[in-house]
């Protein structure tokens, strides 16, 4: 029997990204969200207006879409309470963000130098996408969807299948956010900061943008 619930999120299931971009000052900002989908060689993001993501992508035009394993969610969930904008804006202050300049120290995650676009990659991801921002369009009042394009992909070798340009599906585990909750393998796999500043009802499931 189907119900008609007044679903507060929508989140069903998509990969974790980290977006690596470059602030006005020139240095780079690490931010992680799960609002991502490609097709072809472009790849849809949608954003929060006042993030510093947002701020970064229609200033510079350009990013790296670091896509993260399911055994790198301790990282990413370090970076879910932390804003490269400063001041932090009220709606984020108010659900716990802080001020941070360096996302990649914070995180624990090493920059690596990209080959086409400034900003920088996180070389413990195994799939890195250098991107340009192709067009921006309004989205849900408060956030935005940046059409981008893929200009330079960078994979580990042993993710292709051998003698192939293909990724292997099987051997790819990546980290998902399956409402606001961490999930690889098809298994929650570790604590997630977003749940619980969504106020999220999952107690013995186990304890994620700026």
Known sequence: MHVSPDLKVLYFGTPVVLISSRNA???????????????????????????QTTANLSRERECVLNLVPS????????????????????????????????KFGAAGLTPQASEVVAAPRVRECPVQLECRVVSVHPFAGSASAFEVAVVRSHVEERLLIPGTDHV???????????????????????????????????????????
């Not at 000052?25 to 993030?51: E, I, K």
């Open 71 to 102: 055994d790198l969610a301790g990282a990413v969930d370090r970076l879910a309470p932390l804003t490269g904008a400063d001041p932090v804006p009220e709606r984020k202050a108010a659900k716990g963000y802080r001020f941070e300049p360096d």
């Open 168 to 210: 292997d599906p099987v051997g790819w585990d990546p980290l998902i956010m399956k409402f606001c909750e961490f999930f690889g393998g098809g298994a929650n796999v570790g604590p997630s900061a977003l749940a619980a500043a969504w106020g999220m009802p999952h107690g013995s499931v186990g304890l994620a943008t700026g």
């Open 25 to 51: 000052d020139g240095s780079a900002n690490l931010a992680p969200m799960s609002s991502a989908w490609w097709l072809q060689q472009s790849c849809m993001l949608g954003m929060g207006n006042r993030s």
